[in-house]
T-cell receptor, first 117, second 116 residues
């Protein structure tokens, strides 16, 4: 049971290059999320999706774009990478739940470690 | 906006000793709280969650947390630390997002070191 799978696991980019991070989940979850993790700052929400074909901005969306063409996949794109985007990126997914959204845990992938020189 | 504060970015205990990791929350509504653990080079794994009802929540690997409304706290404990508990621990509070989904607001994490 794979859960949430992120590719690639590591990547080094030069400033100005573009790339796409892929997240795939096999749990049939409606909701998917992209976070970034920086030292001493915990995880911060970049973008999220509440279903196939929908996306929305989180708290730190600038410099990133996302797409959710299929329910199981959530892509995070960097159009022109900047050193400030050096971080560890985590994808997560969750199930809506029968009654209450707020008590649903999120399931995380193992992360993509991205360095931008 | 809801938030959590984790006191102590690094905690060191001896193997077999009590583990206590502190988390305080700020919320204008009844909070929904989570503890996650992150092992090196891995993603976050759910340890336990508090929704409503019982104030003592039991999680995996022998961890538990007590919700204290009067102290706005949700501290994580384990009676006897094992070497395998060495990891980073995150407290988080859940907020509903516009249009669906829930946003987790994380604390800055506590790195637990277990010594022989």
């Amino acid at each position: 049971n794979a859960g949430v799978t992120q590719t690639p696991k590591f990547r080094v980019l030069k400033t100005g290059q573009s790339m796409t991070l892929l997240c795939a989940q096999d749990m049939n979850h409606e909701y998917m999320y992209w976070y970034r993790q920086d030292p001493g700052m915990g995880l911060r929400l970049i973008h999220y999706s509440v279903g196939e074909g929908t996306t929305a901005k989180g708290e730190v969306p600038d410099g990133y774009n996302v797409s959710r063409l299929k329910k199981q996949n959530f892509l995070l794109g960097l159009e022109s990478a900047a050193p400030s985007q050096t971080s560890v990126y985590f994808c997560a997914s969750s199930y809506p739940g029968l009654n209450l959204i707020r008590n649903q845990p999120q399931h995380f992938g193992d992360g993509t470690r991205l360095s931008i020189l | 906006a809801q938030s959590v504060t984790q006191l102590g970015s690094h905690v060191s205990v001896s193997e077999g000793a009590l583990v206590l990791l502190r988390c305080n929350y700020s919320s204008s509504v009844p909070p929904y709280l989570f503890w996650y653990v992150q092992y090196p080079n891995q993603g976050l794994q759910l340890l336990l969650k508090y929704t409503t009802g019982a104030t003592l929540v039991k999680g995996i690997n022998g961890f538990e947390a007590e919700f204290k409304k009067s102290e706005t706290s949700f501290h994580l404990t384990k009676p006897s630390a094992h070497m395998s508990d060495a990891a980073e621990y995150f407290c988080a509070v859940s907020d509903e997002l516009t249009g669906g989904g829930n946003k987790l607001t994380f604390g800055t994490g506590t790195q637990l070191k277990v010594e022989l």
